[in-house]
């Protein structure tokens, strides 16, 4: 049967869907003849979701239907869909005001329906896809797959109609198998109602497959809203340069997803799919790696596509990533800055070295603030995003200071309007570190459900341990009070007044000899 795959990204914020823009591309190169589309729901109303499915359906009579679900990450830390969860959850468990505790819970409640209403209304819509596809081709296929069903795909396969194939992490081998009508039994996959996920499947090694530039010609003949994205001049759309990332970050699961290999995208490749972009008027780029310098080994590799992003002449641009900042060096701050980095984001979790080890993060927090100075020395006045989670593991009010003295220091170098605290609570996702210690230490047990959003759940999942935990729910209500729309320089003032900081050099050092108190490390 000639193939004909329509690819269905699931509602989501309007991200550029690049994972099915990739697909799509690649098996397009495999299979010049196989007839593809793409449909957006990103880009349709809400109450048009069914309706529009249906006609790209009764018109395009696929053959193979890929749905690509991105998100179901329901512990946003700031204003999420319908409300702030973290908000609402502390409001419900640390509020001394009974009518802020109930606003807390009717605000969980709410959450927690919209959370619910979203991933059955998805499910739905696969469903119903399925059966409409089925309508003209009996034995259309489905496979869905995505961020979202890597993180969940042991829960999601429960709820998924009979036969569908569930994927875990890229899906280009997997569509090419699927295309040639061979066995899945070695892909990183199952099937609904026909085998089980294997154990340990998301810590299979992905397929070594070299990307080549997408051809955004082709992407454009098969893809009718991709205008909306060329339209909206504020958008960032995304290229990768590389998969994997070779850390350990003990809650981090894009290790897991995209695996420790690191697999660098070859650099004119990279240069020329930003350029087809760039001749349609893209003038904002989202490098999409886990992180664009995953270690000062591939220093250099990002050197040669930031000189060649100059040498292509796309001087007007402005591009952002998940850059650990550990691994800058002069000459690449400089390229950064000539090339148009507008934004970028420091996961540095905390600002207490002794911590970064213990969750196994591998950063040298002095290297960090040397190379933002030398950011700032190369010119960058833009905004960084540092993201701290208080709590994580074996904080204490002393590891807490440490992080408001590096905190203010980075301030200094790069001046306080422009680095932003972003302060997440991590939701623990399942197969990273975090879980496996969380089994060990009794918070969790093994075959707990991570999708059930009931509150004592969210609490657990949220992570924010006591003895610590209801120090912080306060001091992130007061926060909430004192200034909602900048709760991140806020909650670092209320913890400086209540705590005071320690000095630099204490939050740097972290003893070696030093015993860890908690056996993370063990794990
Ligand atoms: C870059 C990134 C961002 C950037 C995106 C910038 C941009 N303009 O594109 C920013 C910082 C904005 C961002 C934001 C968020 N993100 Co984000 N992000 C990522 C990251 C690191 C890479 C995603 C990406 O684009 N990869 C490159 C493309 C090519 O890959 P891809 O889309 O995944 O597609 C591949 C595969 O998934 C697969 N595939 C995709 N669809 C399908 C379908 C089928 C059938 C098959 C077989 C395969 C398949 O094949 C594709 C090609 O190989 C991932 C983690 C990761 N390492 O994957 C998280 C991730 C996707 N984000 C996630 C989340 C939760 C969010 C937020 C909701 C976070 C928050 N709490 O606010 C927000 C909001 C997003 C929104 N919709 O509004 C989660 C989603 C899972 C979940 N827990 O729900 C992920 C997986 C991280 C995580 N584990 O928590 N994110
Ligand atoms: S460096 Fe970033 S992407 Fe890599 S494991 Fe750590 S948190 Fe995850």
Same mark, same amino acid.
């Given at each position: 049967m000639e193939s004909r795959i329509l690819y269905v990204r699931l509602? $989501?914020?309007? %991200?550029?869907? %690049?994972g099915v823009v990739y697909l799509a591309d690649h098996v397009h190169k495999q299979f010049p003849a196989v007839q593809q589309r793409i449909f957006d729901?990103?880009?349709?109303p809400p109450l048009d979701y069914a309706s529009a499915l249906d006609v790209c359906i009764d018109e395009f009579q696929p053959t193979l239907i890929v749905f690509s679900w991105r998100d179901i990450q %329901?512990?946003?830390?700031?204003?999420g869909r319908g409300g702030n969860p973290l908000q609402y959850t502390f409001e419900f468990f640390? @509020?001394?005001n009974p009518f802020v505790k109930l606003r807390g819970a009717f605000g969980l409640t709410r959450i927690a329906t919209g959370y619910y209403g979203e991933l059955w209304r998805n499910l739905g819509l696969i469903k119903r896809g399925t059966k409409r596809a089925k309508k003209y081709q009996p034995d259309a296929q489905v496979v869905v797959g995505g961020g979202a069903v890597s993180v969940f795909y042991e829960q999601l396969g429960k709820s998924l109609p009979k036969g569908s194939i569930v994927s875990v992490g890229e899906g280009e081998a997997l569509l090419e198998r699927i295309v040639r009508g061979e *066995?899945?039994?070695?892909?990183r996959c199952y099937i609904v109602g026909e085998s089980t996920p294997r !154990?340990?499947?998301?810590?299979e090694i992905p397929a070594a497959i070299e990307k080549t530039a997408c051809n955004y010609g082709y992407i454009q003949t098969i893809w009718t809203e991709f205008d909306y994205y060329l339209e909206a001049e504020d958008f960032y759309v995304g290229v990768q340069t590389k998969r994997g990332c070779?850390?350990? &970050? &003990?809650? $981090?699961i894009y290790t897991v997803i995209e695996g420790k290999q690191v697999r660098i995208n070859p650099s004119d490749e990279v240069v020329a799919e930003m350029r087809q972009l760039y001749d349609r008027g893209i003038r904002n780029f989202w490098f999409? !790696?886990?992180?664009?310098?995953?270690?000062?080994?591939y220093i250099d590799d990002v050197v040669e596509l930031l000189q060649k992003v100059l040498d292509a002449g796309m001087k007007d641009i402005h591009w952002a990533a998940y850059i650990?900042? !550990? /691994?800058?060096t002069p000459h690449l701050c400089d390229l950064m800055v000539q090339t148009g980095m507008n934004y970028f984001e420091i996961g540095?979790? *905390?600002? @207490?070295q002794e911590l970064v080890r213990k969750m196994r993060m591998g950063y040298n927090l002095r290297t960090v603030l040397q190379n933002c100075r030398d950011l700032k020395a190369a010119g960058f006045n833009d905004l960084v995003s540092v993201n701290y989670s208080f /709590?994580?593991? !074996?904080?204490?009010f002393d590891t807490i200071r440490q992080t408001i003295a590096y905190h203010r220091e980075l301030e200094s170098i790069l001046g306080a309007d422009k680095v932003e605290p972003a302060i997440f609570f991590i939701g623990l996702q399942p197969h990273t570190h975090l879980e496996e210690y969380a089994f060990k230490n009794d918070i969790l047990r093994p075959?707990?459900?991570?999708?059930n959003v009931k509150p004592w759940t969210v609490h657990k999942l949220l992570w924010n341990p006591q003895p610590l935990g209801s120090f912080f729910g306060h001091v992130c209500l007061q926060a909430w009070k004192r200034n909602p729309n900048d709760f991140g320089r806020e909650v670092m003032d209320i913890l400086e007044e209540r705590l005071g900081r320690a000095d630099l050099e204490s939050a740097l050092s972290?003893?070696?000899?030093q015993k860890p108190k908690e056996q993370l490390l063990s794990v």
């Open positions: 509602p $989501c914020n309007p %991200i550029f869907p %690049i729901l990103g880009t349709v %329901i512990y946003a830390p700031v204003g640390y @509020s001394l *066995s899945l039994a070695q892909e !154990d340990r499947l998301i810590h070779p850390h350990n &970050c &003990c809650y $981090c999409t !790696d886990a992180q664009l310098i995953p270690a000062r080994k650990r900042a !550990d /691994n800058l540095i979790t *905390s600002g @207490s /709590n994580v593991i !074996d904080e204490t075959g707990y459900d991570p999708m972290a003893p070696i000899d």
